[in-house]
């Protein structure tokens, strides 16, 4: 019986405060979450990362939520970084931390000094069962598999360790081996700043290529030129029951680069599908539904990386840079007014027009709000079904029902299908 698996934790990746917002609904739909400091020891060093000064504050919020959450200290460290390294890992554990994202040795020695449980991360590249048992020795509460471990090793290393092992479910996927690669640093006038192992990778790799022959000669043909390392993004949504059955203890999904919309989809829809499983009502028709979620928000096109085979030409995007999603959001307005006793606002309509049944979605610079559905549409004192089309010269002030407090100047979105993705140009040749 499915009861008897223990549920895996859904590993949700943290950007900011606005990912935090309750009208996201991830402190409800995920287990877990990973995040970084401005510290700058992470992957993701461009990233909105956490103030240290806030990471007290950001623990308490997730724990209060009765949630976990790791730090990723998982870059390569130098000899000028060790102090800083030292007193980021303490402060980690006396702010309550449950556990370092660690790669570099040097990490995992001063965490265990310090005394705070520490993660594999995946830059280790742990792909096999000795590899495995190397790190579990070592002291380690938990290994992230390489990416590039098949389903079938996965139980095999899985079968083989007393500790957890989590596995990305979906996000990006890196040309190279779980992200080591210098193209980024070499391009970059051989600045090691700029290397994936140090969180700074300019991606390079998700750039046109053209190939040249040895006497100048261009081969722009359609098999020659693209973008031939542009990795499609991984999604394992429509094979949760493999992945539960394989023992894998973590569900990891990448984006800590991504807004709060692709976040609360991108969770959302990850915790339906587990606890779809469990419930025994996980099927075709739900993970289509899933998929068309997915597809909504950011994303390269997908595959499934490789679980079940190596992916191959037909798992690269050649055309597209950057989200190949035809849905985007739109700015049509904004908040001119807010009514408490009401539960309504006033929004100065601009572009596109309103009705009922529409799902619009509000936010601002500092606090993501939510995606509200249309339930009431009230025109010059009179409810109506929609309103007439504004424009820039023709404004509209339209009132609509809200379900919490909205703050004035939020901006107001609706998600346009735009059916024909844009196409990079060709001219931006590496």
């Keep these: 019986m499915t009861s008897k698996i223990p549920s895996p934790e859904l590993l949700a990746p943290l950007s900011n405060w606005k990912s935090l917002e309750p009208q996201t609904n991830i402190l409800r739909n995920a287990d877990a979450f990973y995040f970084g400091l401005d510290t700058n020891f992470s992957m993701r060093a ?3 990362n956490f103030s240290i000064d806030d990471l007290t504050k950001l623990v308490t919020t997730i724990h209060e939520a009765h949630r976990k959450c790791y730090l990723t200290t998982n870059i390569l460290i130098y000899n000028t970084e060790l ?3 030292h007193q980021t890992i303490q402060l980690a554990k ?3 931390v ?5 790669h570099d040795l040097a990490t995992i020695m001063i965490a265990k000094q310090v005394g705070i449980p520490f993660h594999i991360s995946t830059q280790a590249n742990i792909s096999n069962k000795i590899a495995a048992k190397f790190y579990e020795s070592l002291g380690a509460e938990r ?3 390489a990416r590039e471990v098949n389903l079938e090793d996965i139980k095999d290393i899985v079968s083989e360790v007393s500790i957890p092992v989590e596995c990305f479910v979906h996000g990006a996927m890196c040309t190279a081996v779980s992200g080591r690669c210098y193209l980024s640093a070499d391009l970059m006038q051989h600045n090691s700043e700029f290397s994936a192992n140090r969180g700074k990778c300019v991606q390079p790799c998700r750039r046109y290529f053209t190939f040249q022959g040895e006497e100048g000669e261009l081969l722009d043909y359609d098999q020659f030129s693209g973008m031939f390392f542009n990795a499609k993004d991984l999604c394992m949504i429509g094979h949760i029951p493999e992945l539960i059955e394989a023992g894998i203890a973590s569900f990891k999904i990448e984006g800590r680069m991504r807004d709060p919309l692709y976040l609360t989809e991108v969770v959302g829809c990850y915790r339906e599908a587990i606890s779809s499983y469990y419930e025994n009502t996980y099927t075709q028709e739900k993970v289509d539904k899933w998929l068309n979620k997915l597809t909504h928000v950011f994303n390269r096109g997908f595959h499934t990386g490789y679980y079940f085979n190596r992916p191959n030409i037909e798992d690269i995007e050649k055309n597209v840079r950057g989200n190949i999603s ?12 807010y009514y408490r006793k009401a539960m309504a606002i006033e929004i100065d309509l601009f572009d596109e027009y309103l009705h009922e049944g529409q799902e619009i979605v509000i936010e601002n610079r500092s606090s993501f709000f939510h995606k509200q559905i249309i339930t009431s549409l009230q025109l010059e004192g009179a409810l109506v079904e929609e309103t007439p089309m504004a424009n820039r010269e023709n404004h509209i002030i339209v009132g609509i029902k809200v379900d919490r407090p909205v703050p004035i100047n939020a901006l107001v979105y609706i998600m346009e299908n735009r059916s024909k ?3 990079f140009p060709k001219k931006d040749h590496i």
Excluded: F, H, S
């Excluded at 449950?98 to 660690?102: G, H, P, R």
């Excluded at 035809?326 to 007014?337: A, C, D, F, L, S």
């Design 94 to 96: 006396d702010a309550g």
């Design 46 to 48: 461009r990233a909105d």
């Design 143 to 145: 290994l992230i598999l």
């Design 326 to 337: 035809t849905w985007q959001k739109k700015q049509i307005g904004k908040v001119t007014n």
């Design 98 to 102: 449950d556990a370092l994202i660690c």
């Design 421 to 423: 993705p844009k196409i």
């Design 83 to 85: 102090v800083e390294l």
